[in-house]
């Protein structure tokens, strides 16, 4: 029997983990609810998923507003929150299948993601202390960033989850670019001015090395880069 929880998962239709995600979904939910602005997406790989999978086409209109539009959808009141790029380890899979609703005033829980760059996970900088909002109540709501959004709930009903999700988001380089650029125009287009170019990049280098990023050697260099490609 499978643990009153639905998941919401938002895609551009560009993920290669999306069979993986929803295979591994199915494993402890009944509702799997993906929105996505791509229907040639949803048109080629709705026919092979399970009746338990809902596939909706929706206008992007920034990832807060997004998940809400999928929580709103939802047939539970907790909700698993993935990207199309995060697979539950089989551990997180574990603890979800014998998942019971939390008593007291708990609305969400972060889990520890491990980030994946070039095939090898992450251990240096802020890439390696990466914990988001993956699970939580229906009744709290996203903000309505385009990009980054924060769920609106206080931190004192915040718990942790100690099993990870394996996010591959910058698993393979190239698409790892073409999504960057893609943040990059959709940050760009929610900004009533753009910052100082200069500045804001050296904010990031200075980041980069007081959380040791550099001890990454290649791929730490690659993902400074990016992240200054993203914000510029």
């Known amino acids: 029997?499978?643990?009153?929880?639905?998941?919401?998962?938002?895609?551009?239709?560009?993920?290669?983990?999306?069979?993986?995600?929803?295979?591994?979904?199915?494993?402890?939910?009944?509702?799997?609810?993906?929105?996505?602005n791509n229907q040639a997406f949803i048109n080629a790989q709705s026919n092979d998923s399970s009746s338990t999978t809902r596939w909706i086409f929706r206008d992007f209109k920034g990832y807060g507003n997004q998940k809400n539009f999928g929580a709103s959808l939802a047939k539970f009141n907790w909700i698993v929150n993935l990207d199309d790029d995060?697979?539950?380890?089989?551990?997180?899979?574990?603890?979800l299948r014998a998942w019971n609703n939390p008593s007291g005033n708990t609305k969400a829980f972060r889990i520890r993601r491990i980030n994946f760059c070039n095939?090898?996970?992450?251990?240096?900088?802020?890439?390696?202390?990466?914990?988001?909002?993956?699970?939580?109540?229906?009744s709290c709501i996203w903000d309505d960033k385009m990009v980054h959004e924060t769920l609106l709930a206080s931190k004192h009903a915040m718990q942790k989850i100690r099993w990870p999700i394996y996010h591959f988001t910058a698993n393979h380089l190239g698409s790892y670019l073409e999504k960057t650029e893609n943040y990059r125009s959709r940050r760009a287009s929610s900004l009533v001015r753009k910052k100082d170019i200069g500045w804001s990049t050296l904010s990031i280098l200075f980041s980069a090395l007081i959380h040791l990023e550099w001890l990454e050697g290649v791929n730490g260099l690659y993902l400074t880069l990016t992240r200054s490609l993203e914000r510029n």
């Open 1 to 36: 029997m499978h643990p009153e929880l639905s998941v919401v998962i938002i895609s551009a239709g560009t993920s290669p983990w999306i069979k993986d995600v929803i295979k591994r979904c199915e494993m402890f939910s009944k509702d799997i609810i993906i929105v996505s």
């Open 119 to 138: 095939g090898s996970p992450i251990s240096w900088g802020k890439w390696s202390e990466d914990h988001s909002v993956r699970i939580y109540h229906a």
């Open 86 to 95: 995060e697979l539950p380890s089989h551990d997180l899979l574990d603890s």
